[in-house]
């Protein structure tokens, strides 16, 4: 029996530790360093020729960890690795998916064509699908994408009393619908405004005969988390008590977090990204997902 091998880049090695033991695989380690010019330097510490292998690798910050972890695939093909997936938990670069000004690069279609000329088979977490309807629409190798709203949904009924559970905007109505329904909840969502990355505008409907109740806010990324802190300041100004925060992934840009809890929310986040927020644990849906890509 081929047995598969996971190895951690660098950062992702609690992640790969749980996944090795959930999924009966031999744990490998990955030598790496940076020469003095900022190269990376990388090499497999165990035998993988003929093995099947998963790299983990988150891609928050992405621009280096996409080199390491290119490196990685195409070395362990190179040496003879059978087949190469990835296992990363957050997928970046799947903001820009459109030309939005003459000469500007659709990145996203960039990157998958990347990480699709050296891995074998992807899996991630609730990617953030804007325009795009599935994975296959930009990357040319097998793609799972697991979903986190029943585990968000499970951590709302067990740590929030009375919740009401509001959405960023329309184009999440469906997905906090469904979160809202499995945490045996009400729902609205925002009305958004975006003038600039963090300069965003909100407005709130539906919300008057709900004062009684515990807002939970919902979204699948944090990254600047401007949303979140105008909506947290404005329930509380509107005599809600503290908001819940919650995220799939919690990217926290810059001084995200602390502005975050200084506007008054109590904050909670999936381990896609390494956080102190972490509270939602997903190693088990990405286990499912490999265990499926490898059948």
């Not at 990388?42 to 621009?63: K, M, Y």
């Not at 499970?154 to 559970?165: A, D, T």
């Amino acid at each position: 029996m081929n047995q598969l091998l996971i190895a951690p880049l660098p950062g992702n090695e609690a992640v790969a530790a749980v996944l090795g033991r959930q999924l009966n695989a031999e744990v490998v380690s990955l030598e790496t360093r940076d020469f003095p010019d900022g190269e990376t330097y990388l090499r497999f510490c165990s035998e993988i020729a003929g093995r099947d292998l998963a790299l983990v690798c988150t891609l928050d910050h992405p621009n280096t960890k996409l080199v390491a972890a290119y490196l990685a695939a195409a070395t362990a093909r190179d040496i003879g690795a059978r087949r190469v997936g990835l296992v990363a938990p957050y997928l970046g670069y799947m903001r820009q998916d459109k030309r939005f000004k003459p000469g500007e690069a659709i990145s996203s279609r960039h990157v998958a064509s990347l990480v699709s000329s050296v891995f074998d088979w992807m899996v991630t977490v609730d990617p953030h699908l804007h325009r795009y309807h599935a994975l296959g629409e930009i990357y040319t190798i097998p793609t799972r994408a697991a979903h986190a709203a029943p585990l968000i949904s499970k951590w709302i009924k067990e740590n929030v009393m009375n919740p009401v559970i509001i959405g960023p905007d329309s184009e999440s109505q469906q997905w906090v619908a469904a979160v809202a329904v499995a945490s045996d909840a009400p729902y609205t969502v925002m009305e958004k405004i975006r003038r600039g990355d963090r300069d965003v505008e909100i407005s709130f409907r539906d919300l008057d005969p709900m004062t009684d109740r515990t807002p939970v806010l919902v979204d699948d990324i944090i990254s600047s988390g401007r949303t979140m802190v105008e909506a947290v300041r404005t329930l509380r100004s509107l005599g809600f008590q503290t908001p819940t925060c919650l995220a799939v992934h919690g990217i926290f840009a810059g001084d995200a977090y602390s502005t975050l809890l200084e506007a008054g929310g109590r904050v909670a986040t999936c381990n896609t990204v390494s956080h102190i927020s972490n509270q939602i644990d997903v190693t088990n849906l990405l286990s499912e997902e490999v265990r499926k890509i490898q059948a």
